[in-house]
């Protein structure tokens, strides 16, 4: 009875926030990006102006959206880690709001699931990308409440902080006109997606490359740190566990009750997710990338109100 009146009234999710807020939000020199940021934020310390963000964004090859926040918040607060908590608490509140978005009532759960990779794995770091999953994250969670507007002003904002963001919306988008059709085969849709994206691959990097210097800078720099041309343990594993994902947005995924209703937008996108994470086997940054939202999802997806084998998969990912 008491537990049951904890969940009730999200005492416990909220408690359960707080103490991974306290765990993430306010550490200190930990992680491998760290460095970078803390040394921007101590020069807009000592000079920053909000016109001149467009020439700061070319000087640290930073999204302008990243920069104008590192330097507002280099203005307001005393040092830099008061900054990479206003990060992490974006972050948390991204999840809690798509959480809620499907009528989950185990928001705790998804996101101690999602930080099995993201805390362990990818060890406190990827500032931007946090941010920008989070706006993307906020953009979900409208979308599947039926506020498309505030959605695509959320997906306008996600790629201000980091352009990969871009694959994210471009999957939702895509998810929604190739699975619209009820009844659809959606494992088969994701062998057909990674195929097709793997084809199309070479094409989109040169559009990339003449669409915006920044983007061919940035592009550029991953394709010559990220690019692998063996097929080792990690390409193998990674080939697993997006071919897993796509598996588990499939379970159900016809079904229009009211449970499962609102995770329909939820497993498409994770199968289109899926599709272009194996195409980027051998181009680790992009697919690493891809791998933390698919993550997330998942862990949204096995919380979630209406889900078989739910211990199964929390088993799969957790070890």
Request: hydrophobic share 55%; net charge positive; glycine share 6%.
């Amino acid at each position: 009875m008491i537990s049951g009146a904890l969940i009730r009234r999200k005492i416990s999710m909220y408690a359960f926030v707080f103490v991974v807020f306290l765990f993430v939000g306010l550490r200190l020199d930990t992680g491998f990006d760290w460095p970078a940021y803390k040394e921007i934020y101590t020069n807009f310390q000592q000079e920053f102006y909000v016109s001149d963000v467009p020439i700061y964004s070319l000087i640290y090859q930073q999204e302008v959206g990243s920069i104008l926040l590192l330097g507002l918040s280099a203005q307001y607060f005393p040092n830099y880690e008061f900054f990479q908590a206003i990060v992490t608490f974006l972050f948390l509140w991204s999840m809690v709001s798509l959480s809620n978005s499907v009528g989950s009532r185990m928001v705790a759960l998804a996101i101690a699931l999602s930080f099995v990779y993201l805390l362990w794995s990818v060890g406190f770091s990827t500032i931007r990308q946090s941010i920008a999953i989070s706006f993307f994250n906020f953009g979900l969670a409208q979308f599947i409440r039926g506020r498309r507007v505030y959605g695509m002003i959320l997906y306008a904002a996600a790629p201000l902080f980091q352009l990969s963001a871009v694959a994210y919306i471009a999957a939702h988008f895509l998810s929604g006109y190739l699975l619209r059709k009820k009844g659809f085969p959606r494992f088969r849709s994701f062998m057909a997606a990674t195929i097709v994206t793997a084809a199309l691959m070479p094409l989109a990097i040169d559009g990339i490359i003449m669409a915006s210097s920044l983007a061919a800078f940035k592009l550029e720099h991953y394709l010559a740190r990220g690019e692998t041309i063996y097929f080792g343990v990690s390409q193998i594993s990674f080939v697993l566990f997006f071919s897993a994902s796509a598996l588990i947005a499939s379970i159900d995924g016809d079904k229009e009750s009211p449970g499962t209703a609102k995770l329909i937008a939820i497993r498409r996108l994770i199968i289109i997710l899926s599709a272009f994470g194996i195409s980027c086997t051998f181009f680790s940054v992009a697919r690493d990338r891809l791998s933390y939202e698919v993550f997330i999802l998942v862990s949204v997806l096995i919380a979630a109100p209406g889900v078989r084998y739910r211990l199964y998969f929390m088993a799969f990912f957790v070890f």
